[in-house]
């Protein structure tokens, strides 16, 4: 089943079909939160932010700036929305053109997006400790499954990574929303392969853990594999990788998982970019 595009003031569409919309939306700010990564909110109507999940995106039309002309969109995760006040938000680290001219963005301009878009994340009725484990801008994606889970009572472990402590990120948000976080560094040692499976065999042990999620780090992938095989935890993660069309069409961001024994290809923008976590295969 394909997904449509409705674009304001018109379009035909499957009934059947999710509807990814087509709007142009005012930036209301876009600030950085650290040295290395920026927050972009826009504002947004009711009826699209009431669509969002934790766990999808936007294909974003990043602007054109002096010589720079970035041609295919740019997805990028949702990393918070409120249908009360209006707001998109992201957070994105500025490494190419397209980054670049989003930085550039000021309030007033508009910003065209696409979206929401991809299987969001689940959270099953039986998990009730929920553990996700994230570095750098992975925190992004993860950041609404924190809400949802607030939302739905269920006790969260937020576990963060980052070089040093000052680009840590999120940590309030979690606490705010009742999480229990741990914070790791690379500048202490903290945010090693070893360390982090100590503390969640501690968390397994102690508590117990109901479900894993995690985003983007192969490492922290083929931690959690392990953890999940061993003590018969599920999970999910969500993939990062390059888009051309963002709908399934072009068939740019295939990739191989391993499903009832076998290996298939999947379509991250479309069958993603939220997956089994021991489907997922390391890169």
């Not at 009431?50 to 990043?62: E, K, M, P």
């Not at 009742?178 to 500048?187: C, L, R």
């Not at 969640?200 to 995690?214: K, N, S």
């Not at 392990?226 to 935890?233: D, K, S, T």
Request: a neutral charge.
């Amino acid at each position: 089943m394909s997904t449509s595009v409705d674009r304001e003031g018109g379009g035909v569409r499957s009934p059947r079909a999710p509807v990814a919309v087509e709007r142009a939306l005012p930036v209301i700010g876009n600030q950085p939160v650290n040295g290395e990564y920026m927050k972009l909110v826009l504002a947004a109507p009711a009826d699209l932010v009431s669509r969002c999940r934790a766990g999808q995106f936007f294909h974003i039309l990043c602007p054109q700036i002096s010589s720079e002309t970035p041609y295919l969109r740019r997805p990028m995760s949702i990393y918070g929305f409120d249908a009360e006040k209006g707001e998109l938000q992201f957070l994105y680290k500025v490494t190419g053109a397209g980054t670049r001219a989003l930085a550039a963005l000021d309030t007033g301009d508009q910003l065209n997006v696409v979206g929401p878009l991809g299987r969001p994340f689940e959270i099953a009725p039986e998990w009730r400790h929920l553990v996700l484990l994230a570095r750098g801008v992975g925190l992004a994606t993860l950041a609404p499954l924190a809400l949802e889970a607030h939302r739905l009572g269920r006790k969260l472990t937020a576990i963060c990574s980052a070089r040093s402590p000052e680009l840590l990120m999120s940590l309030d948000y979690f606490r705010d929303l009742g999480a229990e976080v741990i914070a790791v560094t690379d500048a202490d040692g903290s945010s090693s392969m070893e360390n982090l499976e100590r503390l969640l065999e501690g968390l397994i042990a102690g508590e117990g853990v109901d479900a894993f999620y995690t985003c983007g780090s192969n490492r922290m992938l083929k931690l959690l594999q392990r953890l999940g095989a061993r003590h018969g935890i599920p999970g999910q993660i969500a993939l990062e990788q390059q888009m051309a069309c963002g709908l399934g069409m072009c068939h740019c961001c295939v990739r191989p998982f391993r499903q009832a024994g076998r290996t298939v290809n999947l379509r991250v923008c479309r069958e993603g970019p939220v997956f089994d976590l021991q489907e997922a295969t390391a890169w």
